[in-house]
């Protein structure tokens, strides 16, 4: 068996390095000035080098090599063997020079893996070993020089180089059964992972994850919660419930008609049937048709209708008509009475919790605080968040078969692109995607990122991603303000995204967070159906750590709602408050003393302040507070939200507390993996503080853009958002190691 040595002539030598950059096995290196051979069993006997030198110093010479089981025998024989994985020459040369430089009174077996970690820039390293700064400058010379001619960074190129030794290792190992052909998984991946469709596809998923979550599949379940389990009552197995929303449609129908021409009120205390009917009769109408308002159940919105008065021309339009005339509504109320549908006259009728406790109540003789405290505190402000749970199982099982399939890796691996150029790691995606479900595990999972300015910067931003504790609170904005619009969910979920990518280039632009990012290493797997467990497993975990979280901290917050909610100093001294008296209460006292600061965001009402406070406790707190504050009245929840909101100053409310400081239980958690009270508080103070500025931004601009701009407050916002832009543009100054106090 034949091999190959090779000699250096130093005399002919000249210092060029071509032979070294020639040689991509890192045989050869340059040592002070010279062509050296670093180990001759690198060689792979090829000869690129013999061309690339100018001055024919490079030789070949052709050995007898012992067989390889022979070999083997004396190199065990040898004593302790070091493995050693073969980089590309640049590497090597630089690795080279780091071992003569600085490690020579390190153990031999110990100089190459110093020699690693120094080329990676290792800060805890480079703090053990104080290299001089002269020494150091001059290493950093080769390393720069590998980085260039392998245009990556120091660490990813060590990080690259492993993975394509393991690909050859197992390349060598096994043989594939369809060698040179694409599987199933990478011809997907050709399209989901490709540059330009990566993240089209990504919003075009999240954006049927979320429609389905709280609009297709998800709202009517929620619906059934609010309006059924929680509500009225429900029909068993839906039997009957078309025949009964067909009667209350013709009842609010002939209702409408009547109001065109006659003032009906049933509710009058002095209210007579017969009266009624003979007044009605007796109208007669000045004109064929009139117009009414009328308020559009899901939007709230109010639109002119024409009421006919004898009757509805053919080639009157439906959208702006109303389907019965004033004659035949008459002749209705004459036929069925004034009496309102009743439900329960259709099918199996199944009454709500409130209806169930209340009689409950009602039939114990319970005292009118009791009952106020567990049907207007427990029952309403609990029920409020778990209405929502149908929507979050729906979210949580479609987001769960992501993951399961593999297709979450590949997105973690298409934002690792657009990361790496805000500052952050693709590993920080991990973390995020996890805060999907809860922000304490996502804050968590930030131990996986070695780089310390990484992880602090990414524990500062999961939160922002809307955890499953937010998704009631969404729906709820969404369902109230903007007609159950899948849009206001989806834009949710980006709007956190957003909120990563600027705090991201912002953050790394101070002295803080500087340096670049660690690489991102991850195994993509082959796309595959999840099992049904496993799903259902992962869906039921998250679900049933929100119920929990409902049972214990949101019952308890509800309560200490509720009671500082009704409990108030009127004019005749402290006692229990009617709805009417809310004003007075003792959370109206506390909302309305800081209400101020939150005015520029076009909320400044105590309801809203105090939900958004006690968001921090839990925030799904945020729609059982909600649930207390805007239940009492004669409107339902959504209509006095929508009393309270517009959809600016709505918007401006979603935005603010989903950016804000998180609950305390995540609070918790940061505080945890900070490790320091310093830094937990600098990192709630940038939430809140981001989550105040896109806040205001939202609410002032969008004023301006309706024409109700305040000069002030556009001034202020254009003054942040030229602050946001400078931050974006300025000029990153690269940092190699974190000099900032920690603790």
Request: with cysteine; proline share 3%.
């Given at each position: 068996?034949?091999r190959?040595?090779?000699?250096?002539?130093?005399?002919?030598?000249n210092?060029?390095?071509?032979c070294?950059r020639?040689?991509?096995?890192?045989?050869i290196?340059?040592?002070?000035?010279?062509?050296?051979?670093l180990?001759d069993?690198?060689?792979?006997?090829?000869?690129?080098?013999?061309?690339?030198?100018?001055?024919?110093?490079?030789?070949?010479?052709?050995?007898?090599?012992?067989?390889?089981?022979?070999?083997?025998?004396?190199a065990?024989?040898g004593?302790k063997?070091?493995p050693?994985?073969?980089?590309?020459g640049?590497?090597?040369?630089?690795?080279?020079?780091i071992?003569?430089?600085?490690l020579h009174?390190k153990?031999a077996?110990?100089?190459?893996?110093?020699a690693?970690?120094?080329?990676?820039?290792?800060d805890?390293?480079?703090?053990?070993?104080q290299i001089?700064?002269?020494?150091m400058?001059?290493?950093?010379?080769?390393?720069?020089?590998?980085?260039t001619?392998?245009?990556?960074?120091?660490?990813?190129?060590?990080t690259n180089?492993?993975y394509?030794?393991?690909?050859?290792v197992?390349?060598?190992?096994?043989?594939?059964?369809s060698?040179?052909k694409?599987?199933?998984?990478?011809?997907?991946?050709?399209?989901?992972?490709?540059?330009?469709?990566?993240l089209p596809?990504?919003?075009a998923?999240?954006?049927?994850?979320?429609?389905?979550?709280?609009?297709?599949?998800g709202a009517?379940a929620?619906?059934?919660?609010?309006?059924?389990?929680?509500?009225?009552?429900?029909h068993?197995?839906?039997?009957?419930?078309?025949?009964?929303?067909?009667?209350?449609?013709?009842y609010t129908t002939?209702?409408?008609?009547?109001?065109g021409?006659?003032?009906?009120?049933?509710?009058?205390?002095?209210f007579?049937?017969?009266?009624?009917?003979a007044?009605?009769?007796a109208?007669?109408?000045?004109?064929?048709?009139t117009?009414?308002?009328?308020?559009d159940e899901?939007?709230?919105?109010i639109?002119d209708?024409?009421?006919y008065?004898d009757?509805?021309?053919?080639?009157?339009d439906?959208?702006?008509?109303?389907?019965?005339?004033?004659v035949?509504?008459?002749?209705?109320?004459?036929?069925?009475g004034?009496?309102?549908p009743?439900?329960?006259?259709?099918?199996?009728?199944?009454?709500?919790v409130p209806?169930?406790?209340?009689?409950?109540?009602?039939?114990?003789g319970?005292?009118?605080?009791?009952?106020?405290?567990?049907?207007d505190?427990?029952?309403?402000?609990?029920?409020?968040v778990?209405?929502?749970?149908?929507?979050?199982?729906v979210?949580?099982?479609?987001?769960?078969?992501?993951e399961?399939?593999?297709?979450?890796?590949?997105?973690?691996f298409v934002?690792?692109?657009i990361?790496?150029?805000?500052?952050?790691?693709?590993?920080?995606?991990?973390p995020?995607?996890i805060?999907?479900g809860?922000?304490i595990p996502?804050?968590?999972?930030?131990?996986?990122?070695?780089?310390?300015?990484?992880?602090?910067?990414?524990?500062?931003?999961?939160t922002?991603?809307?955890?499953?504790?937010?998704?009631?609170?969404?729906?709820m904005?969404?369902g109230?303000?903007?007609?159950?619009?899948?849009?206001?969910s989806t834009?949710?979920?980006?709007?956190g995204?957003?909120?990563?990518?600027?705090?991201?280039?912002?953050?790394?632009?101070t002295?803080?967070?500087?340096?670049?990012?660690?690489?991102f290493v991850?195994?993509?797997?082959a796309?595959?159906?999840?099992?049904?467990?496993?799903?259902?497993?992962?869906?039921?975990?998250?679900?049933?750590?929100?119920?929990?979280?409902?049972?214990?901290?949101?019952?308890l917050?509800?309560?200490f709602?509720?009671?500082?909610?009704?409990?108030?100093w009127?004019?005749?001294?402290?006692r229990m408050?009617?709805?009417?008296?809310?004003n007075?209460?003792?959370?109206?006292?506390?909302?309305?003393?800081?209400a101020?600061?939150?005015?520029?965001?076009g909320?400044?009402?105590?309801q809203?302040v105090?939900?958004?406070?006690?968001?921090l406790v839990?925030?799904?707190?945020?729609?059982?507070t909600?649930?207390?504050?805007?239940?009492?009245?004669d409107?339902?929840?959504?209509?006095?939200?929508?009393?309270?909101?517009?959809g600016?100053?709505?918007?401006?409310?979603?935005?603010?507390?989903?950016l804000?400081?998180?609950?305390?239980?995540?609070?918790g958690a940061?505080k945890r993996e900070?490790?320091?009270?310093k830094?937990t508080?600098f990192?709630i103070?940038y939430?809140?503080?981001?989550?105040y500025a896109?806040?205001?931004?939202?609410n002032?601009?969008?004023a301006?853009?309706t024409?109700n701009?305040?000069?002030?407050g556009?001034?202020?916002g254009?003054?942040l958002?030229a602050?946001?832009?400078?931050m974006l543009v300025?000029?990153?100054?690269?940092?190699?190691k974190?000099?900032?106090?920690?603790?």
């Amino acid at each position: 068996m034949k091999r190959q040595i090779i000699h250096i002539d130093q005399e002919k030598c000249n210092g060029c390095g071509a032979c070294a950059r020639a040689c991509h096995e890192g045989a050869i290196g340059m040592v002070n000035g010279k062509a050296k051979l670093l180990r001759d069993d690198y060689c792979d006997g090829l000869g690129d080098c013999l061309p690339a030198c100018p001055t024919g110093a490079i030789t070949f010479e052709q050995r007898e090599a012992a067989p390889y089981n022979e070999a083997a025998v004396q190199a065990a024989k040898g004593g302790k063997t070091i493995p050693t994985h073969k980089f590309s020459g640049p590497v090597e040369h630089a690795i080279a020079h780091i071992e003569e430089a600085v490690l020579h009174d390190k153990p031999a077996a110990q100089q190459r893996w110093y020699a690693i970690k120094i080329f990676e820039r290792d800060d805890k390293v480079l703090e053990q070993l104080q290299i001089p700064a002269d020494v150091m400058q001059h290493i950093e010379t080769d390393i720069k020089a590998a980085e260039t001619e392998l245009d990556d960074d120091a660490e990813s190129i060590i990080t690259n180089e492993r993975y394509v030794y393991i690909a050859q290792v197992i390349k060598s190992c096994y043989k594939k059964k369809s060698a040179g052909k694409l599987s199933a998984s990478d011809k997907i991946d050709k399209i989901v992972t490709n540059r330009w469709l990566g993240l089209p596809i990504f919003a075009a998923v999240m954006f049927i994850v979320y429609w389905v979550a709280m609009v297709g599949v998800g709202a009517p379940a929620t619906d059934w919660a609010n309006d059924g389990l929680f509500g009225d009552g429900w029909h068993l197995f839906g039997i009957g419930s078309s025949a009964y929303s067909e009667a209350a449609d013709e009842y609010t129908t002939a209702s409408e008609a009547i109001s065109g021409y006659y003032e009906l009120d049933t509710e009058a205390e002095d209210f007579d049937a017969d009266t009624a009917l003979a007044e009605m009769k007796a109208v007669t109408a000045d004109s064929e048709s009139t117009t009414i308002e009328v308020e559009d159940e899901e939007t709230l919105a109010i639109n002119d209708m024409t009421v006919y008065y004898d009757s509805i021309p053919d080639d009157a339009d439906e959208e702006t008509t109303i389907g019965m005339s004033y004659v035949d509504a008459v002749s209705y109320f004459e036929e069925n009475g004034f009496d309102e549908p009743d439900p329960a006259d259709y099918g199996v009728w199944v009454p709500g919790v409130p209806v169930l406790v209340g009689n409950a109540l009602e039939a114990a003789g319970a005292a009118d605080w009791l009952s106020g405290l567990i049907l207007d505190g427990i029952v309403a402000g609990v029920g409020a968040v778990l209405g929502f749970v149908p929507q979050m199982l729906v979210l949580f099982l479609m987001l769960a078969f992501l993951e399961a399939c593999g297709y979450m890796a590949r997105i973690a691996f298409v934002l690792d692109r657009i990361f790496r150029k805000f500052g952050l790691s693709g590993k920080s995606f991990i973390p995020m995607l996890i805060g999907t479900g809860c922000g304490i595990p996502g804050v968590m999972a930030s131990r996986t990122i070695e780089n310390e300015r990484d992880r602090r910067m990414t524990i500062m931003t999961t939160t922002f991603i809307p955890c499953g504790a937010k998704v009631p609170f969404i729906g709820m904005i969404a369902g109230a303000l903007f007609g159950g619009s899948a849009w206001v969910s989806t834009s949710a979920y980006f709007i956190g995204m957003a909120a990563i990518v600027i705090s991201g280039i912002m953050l790394k632009k101070t002295r803080m967070f500087s340096g670049d990012p660690a690489p991102f290493v991850m195994e993509l797997p082959a796309y595959h159906w999840p099992t049904l467990g496993n799903v259902l497993r992962s869906m039921w975990e998250r679900g049933w750590s929100f119920i929990k979280k409902a049972g214990t901290i949101i019952l308890l917050s509800t309560i200490f709602v509720w009671f500082t909610t009704y409990f108030g100093w009127a004019e005749d001294g402290f006692r229990m408050l009617s709805d009417e008296e809310i004003n007075y209460s003792i959370l109206a006292k506390i909302g309305g003393a800081i209400a101020w600061i939150f005015a520029p965001l076009g909320w400044g009402n105590w309801q809203a302040v105090v939900a958004s406070i006690t968001g921090l406790v839990a925030k799904e707190n945020i729609v059982g507070t909600l649930g207390i504050l805007y239940g009492g009245g004669d409107g339902t929840v959504y209509q006095n939200l929508a009393t309270a909101f517009n959809g600016i100053t709505g918007y401006s409310f979603l935005v603010f507390n989903l950016l804000c400081a998180p609950c305390f239980a995540a609070i918790g958690a940061i505080k945890r993996e900070m490790n320091s009270q310093k830094w937990t508080w600098f990192a709630i103070g940038y939430q809140c503080g981001f989550a105040y500025a896109i806040a205001l931004m939202v609410n002032q601009f969008g004023a301006l853009f309706t024409g109700n701009g305040n000069v002030l407050g556009v001034i202020v916002g254009v003054v942040l958002l030229a602050f946001i832009v400078y931050m974006l543009v300025k000029p990153y100054k690269e940092a190699t190691k974190l000099t900032a106090k920690i603790k």
